[in-house]
């Protein structure tokens, strides 16, 4: 059984737009044992989908589509599977209501593109769109089925993962397959894969006819999910299998594991945050709010997260965390002196538990001394003690300020993890 | 004349790799119009290959592939190649000279596997590549042309761009192609649509046969961009026609747009304040740092942006921003009251000629009030003035955030260009 996905875009074809549906789709169809064999992106014209869906049949038994379905005149998919599939577009009540339901709650007023919305392919099994307007359409024709899914990233992914998923591992997911993730921090690739050696090489002689193991690096900018996959039919022995491995990896490398599963490091710091019922401030400087975001993306951050002094200019520096100007003459703001002294004023102005700071050149241009772009001092203490880090990254901006904040969320947890 | 990319790679298919090449590949071949029409992915075998390329030479008169050409799969891409082109492959001494030279170089001791890779199909122009150690393929039949990169995102860019792309202009690109930006935020995509209708219709009915025009609206987490594309031989007419569609554009939906061409709103909001010298502060509860870090994405941002107090605790409301007990006693923290005494604190805390302040509920969960989730109260004022507004939005946490961020981002364009 082969699954394939169509996208439907000019903003695609045209490179205006990066398509990442098909990704999140093939890697969730992947872990679920449907294999994606074709992924095939065509323009938002009635003939290009109808020959993307004709070819994809051939080689797939399952499509899923991404795109197209927009209240906007250059969405025509409607129009496209209705001709592939010999069909015509009628009146759905029910869509319409919820349409209605909608906009109502959102004091909005309907515009006749609405209505448009509310037409689907009498052929067409109809799924609601919990987030968003474009509903979805399961189409089945002999065994095959074509699933079409809305272009937006944040629809797509919610209406595959939540609802479609479990439809798909149903009807078309053979054998079974393990995952175990283990998330790791403060280690580079390639030191990492040494420390693993040995282990890999135990997962490449488990694999035997019937079964097959495979370790996955899958590194995302400063942190990396070691992903082992083990499938076959006999789930107890795959199961088990893939726990001995994962306790060969704690053994190697388990000082810079930090979760087990999904959860990234926000959620985990979270977890021994209010584990500990400790609290939490920041203070950042080159960061910007973005590790104060990292920290409150968590839901019931507040629990446990007080707040943040976000000092761009040094006068705020100064004044909100108590930073000596003669410190700051002397050593600079992207200093261990001023770093420190940050500290100690974060956690005096939010009388918190822990306090966290950081302070950095994110580039692309240096701060006017002659430190290097990409240079940070990060910085976290309690009341009794402190540990203050540099750390050299040669990145873009954007790049830059993400592993800044990634870092100084290790440091914390190394802190927090440590004294206890 | 239509080009066309294969990718190949089974981690493309397995989601464990975003594909950006063709994305890459496909913005320079548009901009210089050379229209890419199918992105087509496949695995890494023979078949899979030999039937991605026999489909696409179907559809296209230039190919490009990427990925395939490592030292480890060398040989399926080439046997591939050679047996769709009955072609064979054979040894090509300069390409191994390179290689040499390139390993002695880096004191890398050659292996066999590297007289593998000087082995190429004899119907192929070999092109060196700069970068790395798998060569460019450029395969003609009759009119039609394929051209292989490697899946090494960095050597693929280069090559593609400063080698290859020149010979695809001179040898593909006939015509013109224009192409302008407006930027929109603060209207929901329906509505836009709706208000364009006439302009729509106008574009659509220049459309001749010697000249093509299209709007698409790209729309992305609270901003719009509607792009406008004209294409065809005669550039005075078709630029004169584009900017007639944007003058009718700016009439219809002014207020929305915040900017010409590809600048995001921070960077918008840097332009606007740098050229009015003025400088700006931010005080956040629900967007936790999301809004400082939009601001300060931009290189430079210090020159106006000073810094935040990031209030997640109503005691840091109380302590930093000055908002009375009695204010959050009465109305909660996430309401109109609140919202402008936050205004108020920020500017005298930081004393900036802007602040912009949100409070809110990102959610998932409401905050022990009878206050829904997605509901923001976003402030923005001066010296003189202040305007504060609410908004209700229903999506997941992270994106409730980003909407938070960006229509207050919305609400400072408006305050301060309205202003002068």
Same sequence: chains 1, 2.
């Avoid at 059984?1 to 990704?23: C, F, H, P, R, W």
């Avoid at 080159?286 to 975001?293: I, K, M, Q, S, V």
């Avoid at 992207?334 to 302070?359: D, H, I």
């Amino acid at each position: 059984m082969k699954a394939a996905i169509l996208v439907i875009g000019d903003e695609i074809l045209s490179g205006n737009v990066q398509d990442t549906n098909s990704n999140f789709a093939a890697r969730l169809l992947f872990e679920n044992n449907i294999g994606v064999a074709h992924i095939l992106t065509v323009a938002d014209t009635e003939k290009a989908i109808n020959e993307g869906v004709a070819y994809l049949f051939e080689k797939a038994d399952l499509i899923i589509t991404s795109g197209g379905l927009g209240p906007t005149k250059d969405d025509v998919t409607k129009t496209a599977l209705c001709s592939y599939f010999h069909s015509e577009l009628v009146f759905n009540q029910s869509i319409y209501d919820d349409l209605v339901a909608r906009y109502t709650r959102n004091n909005r007023p309907l515009n006749l593109l609405n209505r448009d919305q509310a037409m689907v392919p009498a052929v067409a099994e109809v799924i609601t769109n919990d987030v968003g307007t474009a509903p979805i359409f399961w189409i089945e024709k002999q065994e095959k089925v074509l699933v079409t899914f809305p272009g937006v990233p944040s629809e797509m992914r919610y209406m595959f993962e939540k609802v479609l998923l479990p439809r798909f591992i149903e009807k078309f997911s053979g054998g079974h397959i393990s995952r175990t993730i283990l998330q790791v921090i403060g280690i580079p690739e390639s030191d990492l894969a040494l420390k693993l050696t040995e282990v890999e090489n135990n997962i490449e002689s488990a694999n035997i006819d019937s079964e097959h193991y495979k370790l996955a690096y899958l590194p995302s900018m400063g942190t990396i999910r070691l992903q082992i996959i083990g499938s076959g039919t006999n789930k107890p022995n795959i199961e088990a299998n893939i726990d001995r491995f994962k306790e060969q990896i704690i053994a190697a490398a388990g000082q810079y594991i930090f979760a087990e599963g999904d959860d990234d490091i926000s959620t985990y710091i979270g977890k021994i945050l209010r584990a500990k019922n400790a609290t939490l401030s920041t203070a950042e400087s080159c960061t910007g709010g973005y590790l104060a975001h990292l920290i409150t993306s968590v839901s019931g951050s507040s629990d446990y997260y007080q707040g943040s002094i976000i000092s761009y200019a040094n006068e705020v520096k100064i004044k909100e965390l108590g930073v000596s100007e003669s410190t700051l003459k002397a050593f600079g703001a992207v200093s261990e002196q001023t770093c420190r002294e940050m500290v100690s004023g974060c956690l005096k102005k939010f009388n918190t538990t822990y306090a966290v700071v950081t302070t950095g050149i994110a580039g692309p241009k240096s701060d006017n001394s002659e430190k290097p772009a990409g240079l940070v001092w990060i910085g976290v203490g309690n009341k009794e003690n402190m540990v203050v880090r540099s750390f050299q990254f040669r990145r873009n901006r954007i790049e830059n300020i993400h592993l800044f904040a990634v870092s100084a969320m290790g440091m914390l947890r190394r802190f927090v993890v440590g004294e206890s």
